[in-house]
């Protein structure tokens, strides 16, 4: 089975830095597009930030200037790197993949992980 798993969030003030990490682990013969979502309170789960295997990447327009997604393909790792954070980024921020378990499989399959809550308050 494969896993998704968040670390990295946190309590910061307004104007702080976070750095979230998803891990991915288990049967993974290749990952295609990764990406973080965020849901706050009252609010639709939005996406945040897409990247694509070979890197290519796009944001949301609040969080663009602010945020980078990158991702280490050789450790099926993927972070977002977060500055200037504002309140209005409080939420629980989730992984997200596609991934193929196997070279048997003809698509990939969508992965969460369970989310880690980001809180920018004062």
């Known amino acids: 089975q494969v896993q998704l798993v968040e670390s990295g969030g946190g309590l910061v003030q307004p104007g702080g830095s976070l750095r979230l990490s998803c891990a991915a682990s288990?049967?993974?013969?290749?990952?295609?597009?990764m990406a973080w979502y965020r849901q706050a309170p009252g609010k639709q789960r939005e996406l945040v930030a897409r990247?694509?295997?070979?890197?290519?990447?796009s944001y949301v327009d609040s969080v663009k200037g602010r945020f980078t997604i990158s991702r280490d393909n050789a450790n099926n790792a993927m972070y977002l790197q977060m500055e200037i954070l504002k309140p209005e980024d409080t939420a629980v921020y989730y992984c997200?993949?596609?991934?193929?378990?196997?070279?048997?499989?003809?698509?990939?399959?969508?992965?969460w992980g369970k989310g880690t809550l980001v809180t920018v308050s004062s």
């Open positions: 997200n993949a596609d991934i193929r378990s196997s070279a048997y499989e003809v698509w990939g399959n969508d992965y």
């Open positions: 288990g049967s993974i013969f290749s990952i295609n597009t």
């Open positions: 990247i694509t295997r070979g890197g290519s990447t």
